[in-house]
Structure formats: structure tokens, C-alpha cells
């Protein structure tokens, strides 16, 4: 695969009816939301990568308004150091996806403090984890005394 090393996410467009939408990289196929093809992701050129799950839905909406501007308005965006980032990136070689949740949300308390649902939810999908499971991987941690909500909406360990 020709794709930037560690990318998590792509653009790319469809063979067939040249739509184009975002990809998880780590599966080796994807179906195309409007044809309903599946297409080998390693056989595609992406029109955009990166490590953010957000920024490939955008990349794939600004993909979607015309396809000459593509190259010029879906360069990826320069990382960022945040304390999400930091986190994402401590659990992102572990491949047990709860393993990994408890692993970002362990160094995400560390780095910042207390967690909003949507900065620990946030720090999760950047760690690899799609949004669906990261939800489910909160509700268990919750669920298993992992984590605490001594605010609504917002989490702690329980340590
Ligand atoms: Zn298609």
C-alpha cells in the first residue's frame, strides 16, 4: 500500500461512480456508500489521509463539492500537540481495542484532568477506535468502575 505510514483514515473515489467518501485504513476493503461496489483500498489512490475521523468526513464533503479542488483543499492538517493527541497516540500500538481505551483515557486524565464525553470520545476515535465503539468502550469503562462521572458528562478514573 502506497499510503503515508500510520495514516488511520483516507479519502478516497469510487471506481465505478466516482464518488468519493472516508475510509478506515486498517480494512482492506470498503464499500461505496452510493453504488454500493466494494472497493480494494490498497488498489486506490487516496485524495486525502490522516489520523482524524472528523477531518476525513470534511476532506470527503469538500471531495464531494468538486473534484478539481480536491488536491488544493484536502491537504491534511498539520498535528497538533494536544493533550487528545498525546493521548490517542499512547494507545494507538495496542491492539485490544478496551486495552487501548483505558490506555488513552489513563494518559488523557493524566495530561488534562478531568475528561468531557466528548474530549475522551474525541481522543479515542484519534486513537483508532470508530466512534460507535469508542461510545461503547465509555459505557463499559463506566459500567466496570473504570471510570467515574462525578460531573455529568464528564469523567475521572477511579483510581
Ligand atoms: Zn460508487
Redesign the pocket.
Known sequence: MTSTAGALFAVVA??????PWAVELRNATST??????TVELAARKPLWEGDDARDAQAAAAQARQGDRTVSVLLQPQPRHDSPVDAAAAKGRTIINKSARAEEVARWLERLSGPMPHRQLADALVRSGIYLERAEAEITRMLAMDFLMEPKSRTYRLVA
Open positions: 469510487c471506481p465505478g461512480c466516482k464518488a461505496c456508500p452510493r453504488c454500493r461496489s
